[in-house]
Nanobody, 124 residues
Framework: QVQLVESGGGLVQAGGSLRLSCAAS????????MGWFRQAPGKEREFVAG?????????KYAESVKGRFTISRDNDKNTVALQMNSLKLEDTAVYYC????????????????WGQGTQVTVSS
């Protein structure tokens, strides 16, 4: 089992920044790829960013966040972060951290472990 706990959500004005963090516990963190997903009201959960296992040299981003969001991992602290810059109204959603073995996937069904989510609200 892997337990995931997100933090860092909140209310921010458009154009601003937020940094989300996800703390993992329970299994060997370096064996897991980590992903961030989000779900807006009335919409399906969608992939935002992912980082591969071990060193995390492999990253992947949704087109909608490329150049604005950065995912990173700290294997010493068992955490993964999502730095979100130039936030837009359409980034408003509940953001979820997820884990699966080794390789990043963009489909939520491919992830085995999930956090409880953290709300990000971008205002005009």
């Amino acid at each position: 089992q892997v337990q995931l706990v997100e933090s860092g959500g909140g209310l921010v004005q458009a154009g601003g920044s937020l940094r989300l963090s996800c703390a993992a516990s329970g299994r060997t963190f370096t064996n897991y790829a980590m992903g961030w997903f989000r779900q807006a009201p009335g919409k399906e959960r969608e992939f935002v960013a992912g980082i591969g296992w071990s060193s995390g040299s492999n990253t992947k981003y949704a087109e909608s966040v490329k150049g604005r969001f950065t995912i990173s991992r700290d294997n010493d602290k068992n955490t993964v972060a999502l730095q979100m810059n130039s936030l837009k109204l359409e980034d408003t959603a509940v953001y979820y951290c997820a884990a699966r073995k080794y390789y990043v996937r963009v489909t939520s069904d491919d992830y085995d472990y999930w956090g409880q989510g953290t709300q990000v609200t971008v205002s005009s």
